[in-house]
C-alpha cells in the first residue's frame, strides 16, 4: 500500500498557539494534498503542493514539502477553536510532472483539538 | 452550485441485500472516485473514474460494482452487502492537476 502516515495522530492546543501535523508518504508523488474534515462531514480541500515545489502558504497554513524524505509538514498559526477537526494528507498515485488522475492515497489523519 | 451531492446520507441493510449509492457532480469535472472510511483509518480508495465509459480498480474494489454512462453520475453498486462492509462512504470529483472536491458521505451499517 502506498499508505502514508501522520504524526502525531492527536494533538490538543490552546487558542493561539501553533499547530504541525507531519506526514510520510512511500513513493514518488505527482502532488500531496491536505484536507479538513469536521466530525461527521466531508472532507475540505486545504492546500495542494506539487512535487517540484517546497513550501507554500495559503492564509494561515503553511505546507512543506521535502521529497528526499518524502514527508510533508502542515503548520496551522495562531489557531482557532473552529480549527478543531481531522486533518489528512493524500498523495496523488499522478506520475511526477504528469497527469492526475484523482487517485488518492490518504494518511490516517491528525485529529486537532483547539481549547478557547 | 452543488458540487458534489450524495445519496442517501444514511442507510441500514440487511446481510445480502443490494443498494446503489448515488454521487453527482455539477462541475464537469472528469475524474470521479469512491472511497470508504472505516474508524481510525484514512479514506481508502474503492473505484475510480477518468472519464465516462472508463473505470478501473482502486485500493479496496471488492464486493463493490461501478460504471460511469455520464460525466456527472458516478454510482456504487453493493451487490451482496456484509457486514464488513459497514463504513462510511465518500465520493469525490476533481479536475486535470486539481484539488478534489468531496460529498458529505453516506453512513451505511451493513446488519
Known amino acids: 500500500s502506498q499508505q502514508g502516515e501522520e504524526d502525531p495522530q492527536a494533538l490538543s492546543i490552546q487558542e493561539g498557539e501553533n499547530a504541525t501535523m507531519n506526514c510520510s508518504y512511500k513513493t514518488s508523488i505527482n502532488n500531496l494534498q491536505w484536507y479538513r474534515q469536521n466530525s461527521g462531514r466531508g472532507l475540505v480541500h486545504l492546500i495542494l503542493i506539487r512535487s517540484n515545489e517546497r513550501e507554500k502558504h495559503s492564509g494561515r497554513l503553511r505546507v512543506t514539502l521535502d521529497t528526499s524524505k518524502k514527508s510533508s509538514s502542515l503548520l496551522i498559526t495562531a489557531s482557532r477553536a473552529a480549527d478543531t477537526a481531522s486533518y489528512f494528507c493524500a498523495t496523488d498515485w499522478g506520475r511526477a510532472g504528469g497527469t492526475s488522475y484523482g487517485k488518492l492515497t490518504f494518511g490516517q489523519g491528525t485529529i486537532l483539538t483547539v481549547h478557547p | 452550485n452543488a458540487g458534489v451531492t450524495q445519496t442517501p446520507k444514511f442507510q441500514v441493510l440487511k446481510t445480502g441485500q443490494s443498494m446503489t449509492l448515488q454521487c453527482a457532480q455539477d462541475m464537469n469535472h472528469e475524474y470521479m472516485s469512491w472511497y470508504r472510511q472505516d474508524p481510525g483509518m484514512g479514506l481508502r480508495l474503492i473505484h475510480y473514474?477518468?472519464?465516462?465509459?472508463?473505470?478501473d480498480q482502486g485500493e479496496v474494489p471488492n464486493g463493490y460494482n461501478v460504471s460511469r454512462s455520464t460525466t456527472e453520475d458516478f454510482p456504487l453498486r453493493l451487490l451482496s452487502a456484509a457486514p464488513s462492509q459497514t463504513s462510511v462512504y465518500f465520493c469525490?470529483?476533481?479536475?486535470?492537476?486539481?484539488?478534489?472536491?468531496f460529498g458529505q458521505g453516506t453512513r451505511l451499517t451493513v446488519v
Open positions: 473514474s477518468v472519464g465516462a465509459g472508463i473505470t
Open positions: 469525490a470529483s476533481s479536475s486535470h492537476r486539481s484539488l478534489a472536491f
